[in-house]
Nanobody, 121 residues
Framework: QVHLAESGGGLVQPGGSLRLSCAAS????????MGWYRQAPGKQRELVAS???????NYVDSVKGRFTISRDNAKNTMYLQMSSLKPEDTGVYYC???????????????WGQGTQVTVSS
């Protein structure tokens, strides 16, 4: 089973930058798509960005041009570089990974515990 550990959250002023990391560990055959969701207070969780095993990426419109998702397959680690941060980017950021424990096993999704990002002056 894949275990995900996020790091890099914190408090930053508007216009600042943060880089989130999500490290995968455990026993798995392969990791396919990975991504980041965020949940702001009183709002539904939304998909912020995703990246597949080939490196193709997708972003929600509100972060395009400001956030960059990437992954290092050799380290089983994914990153989210966030720049020009806005107060509306505040929330708990969760990483996920779609993986298989064996080549013949079904794909399942693992989740991190979440990391808080607060954008405030």
């Amino acid at each position: 089973q894949v275990h995900l550990a996020e790091s890099g959250g914190g408090l930053v002023q508007p216009g600042g930058s943060l880089r989130l990391s999500c490290a995968a560990s455990g026993t798995f055959f392969a990791i396919y798509s990975m991504g980041w969701y965020r949940q702001a207070p009183g709002k539904q969780r939304e998909l912020v960005a995703s990246i597949n095993s080939g490196g193709s990426t997708n972003y929600v419109d509100s972060v395009k041009g400001r956030f960059t998702i990437s992954r290092d397959n050799a380290k089983n680690t994914m990153y989210l570089q966030m720049s020009s941060l806005k107060p509306e980017d505040t929330g708990v950021y969760y990483c996920y990974a779609a993986a298989r424990v064996a080549s013949t096993a079904p794909t399942y999704t693992g989740w991190g515990q979440g990391t808080q990002v607060t954008v405030s002056s």
